[in-house]
C-alpha cells in the first residue's frame, strides 16, 4: 500500500490511478532506470500495467553465492537498533500481517512461492506474467517501477534472493531518499522527515492527519499522525 512520487510523472501516475481503463502496457528496462537521476523511481500503490520488465543478466556484487547452488543470497548492511526500529515501524503500517513475505491484496494472481523464497529474476517474471494487477510486494510493499530503480542503484543481480535482508537493505536506499541522514544530524526536522517518509510510503500519515495518496489506488493512512509523531520520538529522544 506504499506510494511514492516518480519525479516529472505524478500527472500522469495520477490519471492512471483515476481511470480504471488505464492498461497501457508500458516496457521498463532496468538499464533505462539510469535517466530518471537518484531520487527518482520512488512510486508505491500507482501502477501502470506495466507488463514487461527485464533485469541485466550480469549478477553484481554485494551478493554472495553458494557453492553448491546458482541462487545468490545477498549480504545486508546490519541496521543499528533505530533504524530497525524504523523500519519495523514502516512495516507495520505498510503489511503488518505478513511482513517479509506480503503481496498487495489486490493482487489476482499470485507468486508460486513465497516472496522471501523468490530470486529478483522470478519476482520480475511474476510482473510479467500477471499484467493488470497491483504488484506490491514485501514488507515495504515496493511496486515494479520501484523496485527496478532500487535494484539498478543496488547493484543487485537477477539471482540475488528477495530475502528479508534484501528488502532492508532496498529500503535503506529510500530512507536516505527521505533524507535519513540529515535528519540524524539535526540538519532535517522532524516534520519534514515524518512528511518526507509519507511521501513514499502511503501507509503513513502526512501532517495533515492523510495519507499523501489518499485515495489513490484505494491508498489510506494505517496509523495516526499522532501514533507516527509519537514512535518517532520514542526512536530518536525527540
Request: proline residues 5%.
Amino acid at each position: 500500500m506504499q506510494l511514492g512520487v516518480v519525479l516529472g510523472r505524478l500527472i500522469l501516475a495520477v490519471t492512471m490511478v483515476a481511470s480504471p481503463s488505464f492498461a497501457s502496457a508500458q516496457k521498463y528496462g532496468i538499464s533505462g532506470f539510469g535517466t530518471q537521476g537518484p531520487t527518482s523511481g520512488l512510486t508505491f500503490g500507482i501502477h501502470p500495467d506495466q507488463s514487461r520488465i527485464r533485469l541485466k543478466s550480469t549478477p553484481k556484487p554485494a551478493v554472495t553465492r553458494s557453492k553448491s547452488s546458482s541462487v545468490v543470497t545477498f549480504v545486508g548492511l546490519t541496521s543499528d537498533k533505530r533504524t530497525a526500529r524504523l523500519k519495523h515501524l514502516i512495516g507495520f503500517a505498510e503489511s503488518r500481517r505478513d511482513g517479509y513475505d506480503a503481496i498487495h491484496y489486490g493482487a489476482q494472481r499470485k507468486p508460486a512461492k513465497r516472496p522471501t523464497e523468490l530470486t529478483l529474476r522470478e519476482v520480475i517474471a511474476w510482473i510479467n506474467a500477471t499484467p493488470g494487477q497491483n504488484h506490491a510486494i514485501g514488507r515495504y510493499q515496493f511496486i515494479p517501477t520501484t523496485l527496478i530503480n532500487l535494484i539498478e542503484r543496488a547493484k543487485l543481480g537477477p539471482e540475488t534472493v528477495f530475502s528479508p535482508g534484501t528488502q532492508d537493505h532496498l529500503a535503506q536506499i529510500l530512507l536516505e531518499d527521505a533524507g535519513y541522514s540529515a535528519f540524524l544530524k539535526g540538519q532535517l526536522s522532524q516534520t519534514k522527515f515524518m512528511n518526507n517518509l509519507a511521501g513514499i510510503w502511503a501507509g503513513l500519515p502526512t501532517s495533515s492527519g492523510k495519507s499523501r495518496y489518499h485515495g489513490y489506488a484505494g491508498n489510506r493512512a494505517t496509523i495516526t499522525w499522532v501514533a507516527f509523531k509519537t514512535e518517532i520520538g520514542r526512536i530518536f529522544g525527540r
